[in-house]
């Protein structure tokens, strides 16, 4: 109870957000989870779903957040690197000739998030939303993983993946029902064989985000000081991951559980935010072509592409674009974004101070599940459907620095 007042005597006055902030910041949260569903059942029964539906979905939701958050009161460091991302983006453009909005995007949602989760009045207790979130993400999942036909009929999922551009109709002819291609673990499910072949998506209609989904609930339970308030959210992760049939999902909550438990929080924190070296370690000795869609082999072909990296790719300025990553996040952000603002947005990312243990807890496994999620997974990490939740519940803990309001600023300057 002392770190939970001590958070909010940490946050200046000016830095509490109207009710009207904290309202649209709610109303992100649950419209980030359930945009999807909503454009696939409309892809389903009404009209044909087109990705610049998708993409003026997200970029409304943000702008709202950017509009306010350039309204300020904001801290210097946090607009300095909003400022630096259009920079390099720019910058890279000249070299790349080429421009995906991705770039941008992936990298303003921390910042944008982040923000919000530290102008939120807690309206709503935020373990309140959280429970409500697990809770859908559980009963639609449990709905579809009972009745798969039923599920099918209402959100067609290989259908909406193929109009928005995710999949090709090609794929048609190895889904099974309206679901996409991970839906089946065709080898046999890893996780009770007994449940059968089908992989639950629930709302995120796509396995490989249940599970992230998944291992957020864990990170979020763990970081609790108390046992019994956090463990609903391990049990929930658990469930998750079960559903999804995740193997990195169950490995990683199984990894982060025991790395909770057996070591102190300044050991967990130095192992948090070295754990990108390290694991690039392991991608380096294990580095190959990938051969296996497996662990190993999703290490190793990272390890591959980033230690055949020409000199431009390291830095996002190869205007030669051979390959988009899709299991290699690493190369994908190194090809893309460069070392540079990598380096700067993840050492801006450890030095964030945090108003309690429980948020340092917190940002330490959300920094492993970021560096272990780059390893075999493309761009998986920014997906808007979840990771907002990710940043929004960062920011909550964050503690505020000294903040400057940009229009009275500029009205100074005038």
């Known amino acids: 109870m002392h770190s939970f007042n001590l958070r909010y005597r940490l946050k200046p006055v000016e830095s509490v957000s109207s009710d009207a902030l904290s309202n649209y910041a709610i109303f992100l949260l649950f419209a980030a989870l359930l945009y999807q569903p909503f454009l696939c059942f409309i892809n389903t029964h009404i009209f044909t779903i087109k990705p610049i539906f ?15 958050f350039l309204r300020g009161p904001v801290s ?10 259009f920079t390099n983006a720019f910058v890279l453009v000249l070299f790349q000739q080429y421009f995906d909005p991705k770039t941008i995007r992936n990298l303003m949602i921390p910042i944008l998030m982040i923000w919000l989760g530290s102008q939120y009045n807690y309206k709503i207790p935020i373990d309140k939303l959280v429970k409500i979130f697990a809770w859908i993400v559980i009963l639609v999942g449990v709905f579809e993983f009972v009745l798969p036909g039923l ?12 109009s928005i551009g995710r999949s090709s ?10 679901f996409s291609l991970n839906g089946t673990r065709y080898g046999g499910r ?10 639950t998506s629930s709302i995120f209609l796509e396995t490989v985000n249940m599970g992230n989904f998944g291992v957020l609930l864990a990170c979020w339970g763990l970081s609790k000081n108390n046992i019994k308030s956090g463990l609903f959210f391990v049990i929930a992760a658990f469930t998750v991951a079960i559903l999804a049939d995740s193997r990195f999902a169950s490995t990683l909550i199984i990894l982060l559980l025991i790395m909770r438990l057996s070591m102190p929080l300044r050991l967990l924190e130095i192992t ?9 370690l392991i991608c380096f000795y294990l ?9 190993k082999g999703r290490l190793g072909s990272t390890g591959f592409y980033i230690l ?18 899709v299991d290699q996040g690493y190369a994908y952000l190194l090809h893309f974004t460069g070392l540079a603002l990598s380096l700067i947005m993840w050492i801006s990312f450890c030095r964030m101070k945090m108003s309690s243990n429980e948020g340092r807890v917190y940002k330490s496994l959300v920094a492993i599940l970021i560096a272990s999620s780059l390893a075999i997974s493309g761009d998986s990490i920014f997906a808007f459907k979840w990771v907002t939740v990710m940043w929004f519940l960062l920011g909550t803990f964050l503690i505020q620095k000294k903040t400057i309001n940009i229009n009275q600023s500029l009205n100074g300057l005038r």
């Open 54 to 68: 998708l993409m003026l979905s997200e970029a409304s939701l943000l702008a709202v957040v950017a509009f306010n």
């Open 76 to 85: 210097l460091p946090m607009l300095s690197l909003f400022v630096l991302l």
């Open 151 to 162: 599920y099918s009929s209402v959100f067609n999922v290989i259908n909406f993946h193929i």
């Open 169 to 178: 109709e090609v794929a048609l002819k190895y889904a099974e029902g309206g």
């Open 190 to 199: 890893n996780l009770l064989s007994f449940l059968g072949d089908h992989r």
């Open 272 to 280: 948090a935010y070295s754990s990108p070296l390290l694991i690039l």
């Open 287 to 295: 580095q190959g072509p990938m051969i296996d869609d497996n662990f």
């Open 308 to 325: 055949n990296f020409k000199a431009s790719e390291y830095f996002g300025a190869s205007n030669y674009h051979y390959s988009l990553f």
